[in-house]
């Protein structure tokens, strides 16, 4: 990976390589951990942070779901982002995880005495992926693992445990020699990718699942919210796997993966199996807008002076 300068470790910002932890850290062995993942975008006018305040709010709901008090406010988290893209001399965009995690001092499965740690790292990445993934699409597997139960975890918090489930089945798509893979829910319906939200279009309805077992996505409301802007007609409902198979159009999307079609499930080939018009539509919107060029939107940008 491409190192930066500094990581913010718990208010000060110190040498990227001396933002280490001990090996008891409660997380390390136990899971709870709430993080973000945020994007900032090398615009015309320098890097400008998307959506900062949801993706800090949505880290602090994490935390409350998950019952870790967080030692800052939602403030300090979004000036401390701020302070890090400034300290660093990035070139191009850039990836922003904030993490808030247990620390070394107490041990055994209770949380409630291990000491609370925030760290917020950032460095320049590229598309997720890839680049021939945002233009060609990838490959898909539907998933032989079950997206996290509802009845078990807790899906709208983005925490450390929840991607166990995703990592086995990012796993298990690769070595089918795909790159993506597609969880269903309890009941068999789509429920999201293994760190991305889904949609199809079938006859130029924009179609994606309901909130109910995905995380809530940032992403996902900015491309319903584009979608409705190009007056394309959008439904939230559920989709099976095989009204994938004959949609027109599929497309994750998510900070990381930004808006990646999908050109084959399961060895099917979705549509043309390139990139669909509403998908490439999408694609241009959500690009515009990330990279300020969308005024409407600007509204959404913290720029980095
Ligand atoms: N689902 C999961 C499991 C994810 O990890 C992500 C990435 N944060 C998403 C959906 C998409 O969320 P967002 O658009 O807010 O990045």
Not at 167 to 176: D, W
Not at 246 to 274: C, H, M, N, W, Y
Request: charged fraction near 25%; aromatic fraction near 10%.
């Amino acid at each position: 990976m491409k190192e930066a300068k500094y990581i913010w470790k718990d208010g000060e910002l110190v040498p990227w390589k001396e933002a280490t932890i001990h090996i008891l850290s409660h997380t390390l062995h136990y899971g709870n951990a709430a993080f973000e993942g945020v994007r900032a975008y090398m615009t015309e006018k320098g890097l400008a942070i998307f959506r900062l305040n949801d993706h800090t709010k949505r880290l602090l709901n994490s935390t409350k779901i998950v019952a870790i008090d967080c030692p800052y406010s939602e403030d300090e988290l979004n000036l401390a982002q701020i302070e890090l893209l400034k300290s660093n001399d990035f070139q191009n965009n850039v990836y922003i995880r904030p993490l808030v995690y247990l620390g070394y001092g107490a041990m055994g499965v209770s949380h409630k005495q291990a000491p609370v740690n925030v760290a917020i790292a950032a460095w320049e990445w590229g598309a997720y992926l890839g680049e021939d993934g945002i233009i060609n699409g990838i490959k898909v597997k539907t998933s032989s693992f079950t997206r996290n139960s509802i009845k078990s975890t807790m899906g709208k918090a983005k925490i450390a445990a929840n991607y166990l489930n995703s990592q086995m089945a990012k796993h298990e798509a690769l070595n089918c020699g795909c790159e993506e893979a597609l969880l269903l829910d309890d009941s068999g319906f789509i429920a999201e990718g293994s760190g991305e939200c889904f949609f199809i279009v079938r006859d130029g309805v924009l179609i994606t699942p309901p909130y109910d077992n995905s995380l809530e996505s940032i992403t996902q409301e900015t491309v319903i919210e584009i979608a409705k802007d190009l007056n394309i007609p959008v439904v939230q409902r559920r989709i099976t796997r095989d009204e994938v198979y004959i949609a027109q159009e599929a497309f994750f999307t998510g900070t990381a993966a930004e808006i990646t079609p999908v050109r084959e499930l399961d060895f099917r080939v979705i549509g043309s199996g390139k990139a669909g018009h509403i998908t490439q539509k999408l694609q241009k919107e959500f690009f515009d807008l990330v990279m300020g060029k969308n005024q409407k939107y600007t509204h959404y940008l913290t720029y980095i002076k």
